[in-house]
T-cell receptor
Framework: GQNIDQPTEMTATEGAIVQINCTYQTSGFNGLFWYQQHAGEAPTFLSY????GLEEKGRFSSFLSRSKGYSYLLLKELQMKDSASYLC??????????FGPGTRLSVLP | KAGVTQTPRYLIKTRGQQVTLSCSPISGHRSVSWYQQTPGQGLQFLFEYFSETQRNKGNFPGRFSGRQFSNSRSEMNVSTLELGDSALYLC????????????FGEGSRLTVL
């Protein structure tokens, strides 16, 4: 079967650092993606990991451990505009994506 | 470069009716996939098309169908609408290759009364 878990909601303070975790069990693995979705808008691509380790892109970093079926998205220097849902998705060998339920992040002043 | 375009953006139907949604991918993208998004279930994969062929299909009933044209534009159809079909339907296109991320359209919000 295929299953992806993420925390439902998280709250953090402006300027802080937050880590959003994602665990997955899929029938095949061909990359892990993170997307950001603001309320009422389409998801937009944030990061991609296919090998173990950390990928850094500005204030956003994503980590992958394939042996543990685990990834996290790290957001630094939080801004109010980072309030959004963050979706973890695994691309399997069939090329389609399986999405997690999403984590709704609220950034407070 | 134009993004993924979905039409219509909003529509209201009644139970038993059918609906057709349209998606124009980013130029050069041959893979088009469809997702249903609801507050309770998140993003659920419907199907994926590549070069006019359905390459993958999710766990949705046969009332949900789709197709892709030679210009990569895609349509999805839902027949005999049910209240539970009310959702945001998102279309995404991508380039081939494992690192090809999805580019999403704004979605078509369907309300079934």
């Amino acid at each position: 079967g295929q299953n992806i878990d993420q925390p439902t909601e998280m709250t953090a303070t402006e300027g802080a650092i937050v880590q959003i975790n994602c665990t997955y069990q899929t029938s095949g693995f061909n990359g892990l993606f993170w997307y950001q979705q603001h309320a009422g808008e389409a998801p937009t691509f944030l990061s991609y990991n296919v090998l173990d380790g950390l990928e850094e892109k500005g204030r956003f970093s994503s980590f992958l451990s394939r042996s543990k079926g685990y990834s996290y998205l790290l957001l630094k220097e939080l801004q109010m505009k980072d309030s959004a849902s963050y979706l973890c998705a695994v691309r399997n060998y069939g090329q389609n994506f399986v999405f997690g339920p999403g984590t709704r992040l609220s950034v407070l002043p | 470069k134009a993004g993924v375009t979905q039409t219509p953006r909003y529509l209201i139907k009644t139970r038993g009716q059918q609906v057709t949604l349209s998606c124009s991918p980013i130029s050069g993208h041959r893979s088009v996939s469809w997702y249903q998004q609801t507050p309770g279930q998140g993003l659920q994969f419907l199907f994926e098309y590549f070069s006019e062929t359905q390459r993958n299909k999710g766990n949705f009933p046969g009332r949900f169908s789709g197709r892709q044209f030679s210009n990569s534009r895609s349509e999805m159809n839902v027949s005999t609408l049910e209240l539970g079909d009310s959702a945001l339907y998102l279309c995404a296109s991508s380039l081939e290759g494992p690192s090809g991320e999805l580019f999403f359209g704004e979605g078509s919000r369907l309300t079934v009364l």
